[in-house]
Structure formats: C-alpha cells, structure tokens
C-alpha cells in the first residue's frame, strides 16, 4: 500500500495570516467571509479579499476552503444562495458545512462543490460518517472528542473515496465539538455565530446571596478555579501516528490567531510532515520542532482526546497564555550584505535573535551591528514599523520572520 502523506490545512482570519500559511508550507488554508462563518472575531475576507486569495493560493498551487458552518436562522438562510453561488464563480475549492439543510443547498446549487462537514457536526462514528457521505460530503472533519483508535475504525468503515480531516494543533473547546451556550448565556453573544466571548477561560468565584461582597473561590484540591479551562492541543510527536490511523488532512486551529502564530505552526507541522515522508516507518521528531511549538502563544499543551491514557485536559492555574518571544522585524530585502527590514519591537545591538526561513530549522544570529534606514549606525531600533539593517550572509525571502526571545521580568 502507498504511503498517505496528510494534507497540511491552516487558518487565516485576514490577508497577511493566509500570506504566512502559503508562505510556510500550508497544502491549503481554511478562511471566511464576512458571514456564515464560525469566527466572528478576525477580520475575515469581503468579496473582493477572497477573490484575491483564491489567486493567491491557486497561483501557488495551494487549496482553499471557505467556511460556512454556521447554524444558520431562518434570516440567514435567504441569504445562502447567492453565497454559494458568488464561491462558485470564484472558484472556492471546498466549502465547509456544518447543517445538512447547508449541504443540501449546495448540492443543489453547485453540484460540483466539494463540502466538508465541519467538527461542529459532531461526527464520532462510521455510521454517522457515512451517511454525510452518501448525502454527498467530501469529507468529514471528526469531532476532537475521537480517540485515535476510534478514527482507525472509521476509516476501515468508510468508502476510500472520503476525505477524513481532524485538528493536530491549537485551543480546546470545553464543550463538545464547540457546540457551546455558555457565552450566549452570559454575555449574549453566540458561539455558534462565531461571537464566542470564551467565559471558559473565566476565573470563577462563588458568592452567597446575603453576603454580595464576599468573594469565596472555588479549589479543584490545588489547581485553583479555572474550572472550565482546557488546555491546548499539540501532537507535533505523534503525526506518524495520526497519519497511520488514515487522517487525511491534518488541521491547525487558529483564525483568530496572529499571523506569527499561522507562519510558526504551519512551518513546525510542514518541517514534520516532510521528516514523516522521508522516514515513514522510524519517525523521529527533531528537539527542535518540540521546542518550535512552544515558541508562539498557547496554554499548557496536550495531546487531546487521541490517545486514551492521556492525563486530564484541565489547566487550573490560569486562563491565560504563555508568551515567550516576540516578533521584532519582518524582511523586506536583502542588499549588500544587510537584511532590509521592517521593525515590530523593539530591539538592540547585540541582541541574540532567530530568523525563521520557511520550511527551515530557524537560524540564530547576534546583533552585532543595526542600522536605521539611512545607513547609520544605531544601538536600538526603538520604531515600530521603521526601516531596520541587519548584518546577515545571505537573502531570505521577503516576509521572513526575526524574532527573539522575551527578557525574564
């Protein structure tokens, strides 16, 4: 039998994040439009963004899928036609579905549309995988409450022709496949429109109805009160097991992540995949692809639901992230020996920083000189958005990110 290598899909909530998934190695990316989609929060594509990135991805040979996995109301619906029909002209690959009467509307009015039922759906079996299948779905992307063994059984159980996608990387939903109420109840706003307002990472308190002012915490022994707090997922470590289970696509969850985030992920999980179709069957994940992971923003991390004796996915000390390196210049060019650049934060001469070429292992360099954009030598570029010189052997390509480490407070 052939060796399957994954599909690498990963987010872009705006332009500049699906630049940095084209440009780090994602197979294909997964956005929204301005409606019908589960994240309200990024800045998404309008009619004219998405047509420019459907160019983007196809001139670079990259897939593009469109999000429409809303539970959409009775208002919204009357609007879902000309939707389809606009992703149609501009050639979306594949439209991502989440309610079957969505799935019927496309397959009436763009037969030819691929669709792929999203984890909202909540699918955990063959049976259930089967029957979207025979309705005319592409793919399934499974709830992340399946166990590895459980996706192993459903891909024995289901046509070869399906299309299986499950998320490897990126935040937890405390409630099952993301079908939450919690935020509407408390703020008014409604997840499952994409405006979730994340109360589960809320450090709760309980107070007696006569004593208003008395604030009592509430202890898990002594994990503290973040009772609703998941970790994140990462399974960097175990793709060749994902892979082997028949996961066909490999998911980074993200679209309200920065574009930091999308072009760090993306090359970490791209770097392994290509180690994992070298060597299929002695899979080693270098040390420092572990550590690439942990060098964005992100919450304890876990494996998830895959395997069954994984610990408790709960994080009790804080709803919070941990952040330890920053952004500090994008490229720009390269000329006479110095990187063109554009500053993000601040820095200075001598500084110990990382250039993180795409699909590379991240190259360490020192400060030793800076310069500003006239040529002259400067101690600490100290302007966001400023032209900055950098000593460096060779060019890189434009967009390359330069980061370094945060200083201990």
């Not at 109301?73 to 029909?85: A, H, K, M, S, W």
């Not at 669709?115 to 399934?140: C, D, F, K, M, P």
């Not at 409604?190 to 109805?209: F, I, M």
């Not at 992920?265 to 270098?286: G, H, M, Q, W």
Request: net charge negative.
């Amino acid at each position: 039998m052939s060796l399957m290598i994954p599909e690498l899909l990963a987010p872009a909530g705006d332009f500049e994040r699906l630049q940095a998934a084209v440009m780090y190695g994602a197979d294909a990316v997964y956005l929204g439009g301005k409606t019908f989609g589960m994240r309200a929060s990024p800045q998404n594509f309008d009619f004219d963004e998405l047509k420019k990135a459907v160019e983007l991805c196809h001139s670079n040979a990259r897939k593009i899928y469109l999000t429409c996995n809303v539970l959409p109301t009775n208002e919204e619906v009357g609007q879902l036609p000309d939707f389809i029909r606009f992703a149609k002209e501009i050639g979306i690959d594949a439209m991502i579905v989440a309610d079957i009467g969505v799935l019927m509307e496309i397959k009436r009015i763009a037969p030819d549309m691929p669709v792929h039922i999203s984890t909202q759906a909540g699918v955990v079996n063959y049976l259930t995988t089967n029957e979207l299948y025979n309705l005319g779905a592409s793919r399934v992307v499974l709830a992340r409450e399946v166990s590895l063994e459980d996706i192993k059984i459903i891909r024995e159980k289901t046509p070869p022709g399906l299309e299986i996608e499950a998320f490897v990387h990126g935040a937890m939903c405390m409630s099952f496949s993301g079908r939450c109420l919690i935020s509407q109840y408390l703020t008014g706003r409604d997840a499952n429109h994409g405006e979730c307002t994340q109360p589960c990472r809320w450090k709760y308190s309980l107070v007696e109805e006569k004593r208003p002012d008395q604030y009592f915490p509430i202890f898990e022994e002594d994990n503290g009160s973040y009772i609703l707090n998941a970790q994140d997922m990462s399974t960097i470590e175990h793709i060749d097991k994902l892979a082997k289970a028949g996961i066909t696509s490999f998911k980074i969850e993200g679209r309200a992540k920065s574009a930091y985030y999308v072009a760090v992920i993306t090359n970490a999980y791209r770097c392994a995949i290509d180690i994992y179709k070298e060597n299929p069957d002695s899979f080693v994940l270098p040390e420092w692809l572990s550590e690439e992971v942990k060098k964005v923003s992100h919450r304890q991390y876990s494996t998830g639901f895959y395997f069954k004796d994984s610990p408790p996915m709960q994080y009790g000390e804080s709803g919070g992230y941990v952040r330890e390196w920053d952004v500090v210049a994008i490229v720009e060019g390269w000329e006479n020996g110095r990187l063109i650049c554009t500053e993000r934060n601040r820095f200075y001469r001598g500084d110990k920083l990382e250039i993180l070429e795409a699909m590379k292992k991240p190259a360490e360099i020192i400060a030793t000189e800076l310069f500003n954009g006239n040529g002259e030598e400067i101690d600490i570029a100290r302007h966001p958005m400023d032209t900055v010189l950098i000593p460096f052997e060779h060019s890189v390509v434009k967009g390359t990110i330069i980061r370094k480490i945060r200083a201990k407070e």
